[in-house]
T-cell receptor
């Protein structure tokens, strides 16, 4: 099975800080995704990537950027964290011919 | 934009009973997937049903798909306490999955 890991389970940051959320997958999957999950809003796609150095905006990219320098790693960057970015962040990976997405355990980010 | 919408938003039943959750979607699909999320964790893929299939089984799970009504249902038979979780349907659109808001299922011992 694909294993998707995220760098932190819980993270507390202050407003204005630059925040990096790291995601690593170990099965050479082409596609990687970042979602945020909030009560009553479900999962919302922030950014996704088809391949190394490629990125596409999802439904809510504002305030975020991403980096994919290596196939196995997809980083989500909050350039200047704000309190409304307090959320659960979920990373996922999917192979090119597969529809099933494999999720990481999530990072619960609190911005004070 | 979210395509899949689950119903009900929350469901509480006794252990041993069957649980049924419904999902409606808006546009044509190639397949529909169901995922489970335990509290505070990532999502786990449960089952995929293709647009040309009407029913699919996996253990205690039974999924139906009605493309004419743009709806799907997930049935969990003989529920267990460990089935307590949130369940999401997801449809594939433009290389990405679109998730509904989920049904929160609670199994009471």
């Amino acid at each position: 099975d694909v294993k998707v890991t995220q760098s932190s389970r819980y993270l507390v940051k202050r407003t204005g800080e630059k925040v990096f959320l790291e995601c690593v997958q170990d099965m050479d999957h082409e596609n990687m995704f970042w979602y945020r999950q909030d009560p009553g809003l479900g999962l919302r796609l922030i950014y996704f990537s088809y391949d190394v150095k490629m990125k596409e905006k999802g439904d809510i990219p504002e305030g975020y950027s991403v980096s994919r320098e290596k196939k196995e790693r997809f980083s989500l960057i909050l350039e200047s964290a704000s309190t409304n970015q307090t959320s659960m962040y979920l990373c996922a990976a999917r192979g090119g011919l597969s529809n099933e997405q494999f999720f990481g355990p999530g990072t619960r980010l609190t911005v004070l | 934009s979210q395509q899949g919408e689950e119903d009900p938003q929350a469901l509480s039943i006794q252990e041993g009973e069957n649980a049924t959750m419904n999902c409606s979607y808006k546009t044509s699909i190639n397949n529909l997937q169901w995922y489970r999320q335990n509290s505070g964790r990532g999502l786990v893929h449960l089952i995929l049903i293709r647009s040309n299939e009407r029913e699919k089984h996996s253990g205690r799970l039974r999924v139906t798909l009605d493309t004419s009504k743009k709806s799907s249902s997930l049935l969990i038979t003989a529920s267990r306490a460990a089935d307590t979780a949130s369940y999401f349907c997801a449809t594939v659109g433009a290389q990405k999955l679109v998730f509904g808001q989920g049904t929160r299922l609670t199994i009471n011992p």
